[in-house]
Nanobody, 127 residues
Framework: VQLQASGGGLVQAGDSLRLSCAVSGLSFSRYSLGWFRQAPGKEREFVAGICKNSERTRYSDAVKGRFTISRDNAKKMVHLQMDSLETEDTAVYYC?????????????????????WGQGTLVTVSS
């Protein structure tokens, strides 16, 4: 199983960035997907999640209204569109896959819910 995140970089506050995660080695359409982030000195936190067939999405309060998660089951990709970036968004962003969730609970928000993780991509937002 491999989750390959990309798209991170250095941007200024107010800019946009789009992260992508290519997934291989699992039955993609059977997994709920999520994006998490970890800032220096802080714990990894939930950012956004999306159910298997995009029937539901969920966002943290910190990014709601600014970030949009989407997935392409045919291409086995999940994306995170990040608009109006703030310096507080600076972190390493991770994509993750949850294969044990039931539809009524998806997408889940705890790191322990997710079975597979990507290597992370760094997003730095300067003021």
């Amino acid at each position: 199983v491999q989750l390959q995140a990309s798209g991170g970089g250095l941007v200024q506050a107010g800019d946009s960035l789009r992260l992508s995660c290519a997934v291989s080695g699992l039955s993609f359409s059977r997994y709920s997907l999520g994006w998490f982030r970890q800032a220096p000195g802080k714990e990894r936190e939930f950012v956004a999640g999306i159910c298997k067939n995009s029937e539901r999405t969920r966002y943290s309060d910190a990014v709601k209204g600014r970030f949009t998660i989407s997935r392409d089951n045919a291409k086995k990709m999940v994306h995170l569109q990040m608009d109006s970036l703030e310096t507080e968004d600076t972190a390493v962003y991770y994509c993750a896959a949850d294969g044990r969730v039931i539809t009524s609970s998806c997408p889940r928000t705890h790191t322990s819910n997710y079975d597979h993780w990507g290597q992370g991509t760094l997003v730095t937002v300067s003021s």
